[in-house]
């Protein structure tokens, strides 16, 4: 039977570089390699890139335990330097698990960085993220900071 659950997360960065380069990390295909990809033994299948309001972003692939996963993506709002807004749907072993809105925001503070990334997602049929979710855009912004150094 067809269902739906709501969850939201906040996360919060603070990086030595300036917004410019923050945001280059998100807008610049070769800089987003650096840090956007799945965990270790991650097997991309498929990745396109067009950043920019109404462009659209994939990412799919097949990780280490065999499960497949498909990130769809469509930019909805950006302003260089300060502000990402884009929605999602995932996709898990080809079932469809959620739609997502995330906004990025992008502020210079203490001589750096401030990101503050705010998602809310619709998880569908029974679908129980548990967290997951924000473990793994944690795990993102995590290394999205080691690709700044």
Same mark, same amino acid.
């Given at each position: 039977?067809p269902?739906v659950?709501?969850?939201?997360?906040? %996360?919060?960065?603070?990086w #030595?570089?300036?917004?410019?380069r923050?945001f280059?990390?998100f807008?610049d295909d070769?800089?987003k390699?650096k840090?956007f990809?799945?965990?270790?033994?991650?097997?991309?299948?498929?990745?396109?890139?067009?950043?920019?309001?109404g462009?659209?972003?994939?990412?799919?692939?097949?990780?280490?335990?065999?499960m497949?996963?498909a990130?769809?993506?469509?930019y909805?709002d =950006?302003?260089?330097?300060e502000r %990402? =807004?884009?929605?999602y749907?995932?996709?898990l072993?080809?079932? #469809?698990?959620s739609?997502?809105?995330?906004?990025i925001?992008?502020?210079?503070?203490?001589?750096?960085? #401030?990101?503050v990334?705010?998602e809310?997602?619709d998880?569908?049929?029974g679908y129980?993220?548990?967290?997951s979710r924000e473990?793994g855009?944690?795990?993102?912004?995590?290394?999205l900071?080691k690709?700044?150094d």
């Amino acid at each position: 039977m067809p269902s739906v659950s709501h969850a939201s997360f906040t %996360i919060t960065r603070h990086w #030595k570089h300036a917004p410019a380069r923050v945001f280059q990390a998100f807008a610049d295909d070769a800089a987003k390699r650096k840090w956007f990809t799945g965990p270790s033994g991650f097997e991309s299948h498929e990745k396109s890139f067009d950043f920019r309001e109404g462009g659209r972003e994939s990412l799919s692939g097949k990780h280490a335990n065999g499960m497949m996963t498909a990130f769809d993506c469509v930019y909805r709002d =950006i302003v260089p330097n300060e502000r %990402i =807004i884009y929605s999602y749907v995932m996709h898990l072993d080809g079932r #469809k698990i959620s739609v997502s809105q995330a906004c990025i925001e992008l502020t210079a503070e203490g001589g750096g960085t #401030k990101l503050v990334l705010t998602e809310y997602g619709d998880y569908l049929d029974g679908y129980d993220d548990a967290g997951s979710r924000e473990h793994g855009t944690n795990f993102l912004m995590d290394a999205l900071g080691k690709s700044l150094d």
